[in-house]
């Protein structure tokens, strides 16, 4: 399974570093978005670190639905199921790895973003620092979320207005727990009880991928 | 069988009963709150609404998906099961939206608050939305079927969530109205009545039209079905005649 996950999350990261579409449409939309909630709030509040935290998941969800989507478009080339089909490969070890390439992308996103952040939306160095560890662990859980989420709207015409109906509902939790321990981290509070809901999130998703993937894929 | 019938006959007019009963005790025979007066006739309708939605109708969808998915009991039973249960369930979560909004007005003084308890309420309606768009977007019914049962599941993570929130989080929704930590009843021994009956009420009420859904679910694909095959047979006799 592990070998299988680590083989297919290689066919994937270099897809994507071959393709260069992380870097150069990604990245900026990520980049784009950030700046038009700081225009939306207004300069006034926008440079309040109250509303950092937020923006900055709002962000990161609307990029992890483009990285969701691609992780995806990149299984539709021609023979690529009939070859997996064909290798035996174990669904497991696929979800893991496609899990895997796509918590790669969002972690790379996810520093750029926050470096955005703190220079954009003034949210603190030092907080967003103390923060890295969670929002590592959350996009980690948005990763594994998302390629079952991603798996489930493949396919069909309407998949890339469907993906968003049914995930953003099921990223809110991680959504608020993720910004409530960014905030934390910001403002010297309590984090344990966000990092509990973020961790169980995570083994939830990854369990949920390991046992229900083969049956998406079937 | 012929028991089997009996229940099923009966399920119509005793659901009614017991929900005429609820009406009559909880308007007119159950006493007012010494707070909150009359407001608290709500107490008949919301929980016993929200125990339908979140527990019976999102359960039966969630358990009818588990038993499609697993390969001893997958049968489209199974799955039309989950889809009807899951129908009748955007019903009862939006009447338990509207009911706790029209208790909330008086009692908080607006209409929604970002309460732990409503908003995971709200994002369990908009997953069984998604529920049924995702069916929409599938056309083969194997397919659909189990992208379908995998998504009831994964959307039923958030029952536990909405059910311990108000214990997790600091909310404006109250605890455990009924019971208190020792198991004990909290309130009058005929409000309690009441709300047994309406929560019996509303549960067969529940099982009425997921019967009547189910029922008309078989129809529609029959007809369908047989659409299909008059169709095909009329193509096969012009094709003879030419």
């Known amino acids: 399974m592990i070998r299988t996950a680590l083989l297919v999350a290689g066919?994937?990261?270099?897809?994507?570093?071959?393709?260069?579409?992380?870097?150069?449409?990604?990245?900026?939309?990520?980049?784009?978005?950030?700046?038009?909630?700081?225009?939306?709030?207004?300069?006034?509040?926008a440079g309040s670190s109250s509303a950092g935290p937020g923006l900055y998941y709002l962000v990161t969800l609307l990029v992890t639905l483009l990285m969701i989507n691609r992780s995806q478009i990149v299984e539709r080339a021609p023979g690529t199921k009939s070859s997996i089909?064909?290798?035996?490969?174990?669904?497991?070890?696929?979800?893991?790895?496609?899990?895997?390439?796509?918590a790669v992308e969002l972690w790379?996103?996810?520093?750029?973003?926050?470096?955005?952040?703190?220079?954009?939306?003034?949210?603190?160095?030092?907080?967003?620092?103390?923060?890295?560890?969670?929002?590592?662990?959350?996009?980690?859980?948005?990763?594994?979320?998302?390629?079952?989420?991603?798996?489930?709207?493949?396919?069909?015409?309407?998949?890339?207005?469907?993906?968003?109906?049914?995930?953003?509902?099921?990223?809110?939790?991680?959504?608020?727990?993720?910004?409530?321990?960014?905030?934390?981290?910001?403002?010297?509070?309590?984090?344990?009880?966000?990092?509990?809901?973020?961790?169980?999130?995570?083994?939830?998703?990854?369990?949920?991928?390991?046992?229900?993937?083969?049956?998406?894929?079937? | 069988?012929?028991?089997?019938?009996?229940?099923?006959?009966?399920?119509?007019?005793?659901?009614?009963?017991?929900?005429?009963?609820?009406?009559?005790?909880?308007?007119?025979?159950?006493?007012?709150?010494?707070?909150?007066?009359?407001?608290?006739?709500?107490?008949?309708?919301?929980?016993?609404?929200?125990?339908?939605?979140?527990?019976?109708?999102?359960?039966?969808?969630?358990?009818?998906?588990?038993?499609?998915?697993?390969?001893?009991?997958?049968?489209?039973?199974?799955?039309?099961?989950?889809?009807?249960?899951?129908?009748?369930?955007?019903v009862f979560i939006t009447l338990t939206l509207i009911t706790g909004s029209i208790w909330g007005r008086p009692t908080w003084g607006v209409w929604w608050a970002w309460d732990a308890r409503l908003t995971s309420t709200a994002i369990l309606g908009v997953l069984a939305l998604g529920y049924l768009a995702l069916r929409r977007a599938n056309d083969d019914p194997v397919l659909r079927a189990r992208r379908s049962a995998v998504f009831a599941i994964l959307a039923a993570i958030n029952v536990p969530?909405?059910?311990?929130?108000?214990?997790?989080?600091?909310?404006?929704?109250q605890g455990a109205t009924v019971f208190g930590p020792d198991r004990s009843i909290k309130i009058h021994g005929l409000m309690a009545l009441t709300l047994f009956i309406s929560f019996i009420g509303f549960t067969m009420l529940f099982f009425w039209i997921l019967r009547a859904r189910y029922r008309l679910e078989v129809r529609r694909e029959l007809a369908s079905s047989v659409t299909l095959d008059e169709a095909l047979d009329a193509r096969r006799r012009e094709g003879a005649l030419q």
Not at chain 1, 29 to 40: K, N, R
Not at chain 1, 85 to 102: E, I
Request: net charge neutral; aromatic share 8%.
């Open chain 1, 85 to 102: 089909a064909t290798l035996g490969l174990d669904p497991a070890g696929v979800f893991l790895g496609k899990s895997l390439a796509l």
């Open chain 2, 161 to 173: 969530i909405i059910h311990f929130s108000v214990d997790w989080w600091k909310t404006l929704h």
């Open chain 2, 1 to 90: 069988m012929m028991a089997k019938q009996l229940l099923s006959r009966l399920l119509g007019p005793v659901t009614l009963v017991l929900l005429a009963l609820t009406i009559w005790l909880g308007l007119w025979v159950t006493p007012q709150d010494k707070i909150q007066g009359n407001l608290v006739r709500l107490v008949y309708v919301h929980p016993s609404v929200a125990w339908v939605a979140l527990y019976v109708s999102f359960g039966t969808a969630t358990i009818a998906s588990v038993l499609y998915l697993w390969k001893r009991t997958r049968s489209m039973v199974m799955d039309r099961v989950a889809y009807c249960a899951m129908e009748v369930s955007v």
């Open chain 1, 11 to 45: 066919k994937d990261l270099r897809i994507e570093v071959r393709s260069r579409v992380l870097l150069w449409q990604v990245l900026p939309f990520g980049v784009i978005a950030l700046l038009l909630c700081g225009l939306a709030l207004g300069p006034a509040h």
């Open chain 1, 108 to 218: 790379l996103t996810g520093l750029v973003l926050l470096a955005g952040a703190v220079l954009v939306l003034h949210t603190g160095l030092h907080g967003a620092l103390i923060a890295l560890p969670s929002i590592v662990v959350t996009l980690g859980a948005l990763a594994a979320a998302g390629t079952l989420y991603g798996a489930l709207t493949a396919g069909g015409e309407t998949s890339a207005t469907l993906l968003p109906v049914l995930a953003l509902p099921a990223f809110a939790p991680l959504l608020i727990a993720g910004e409530r321990s960014f905030y934390d981290a910001l403002h010297g509070g309590e984090l344990l009880g966000w990092w509990v809901i973020v961790v169980v999130a995570l083994v939830a998703y990854v369990a949920m991928g390991i046992l229900l993937y083969g049956v998406l894929d079937e």
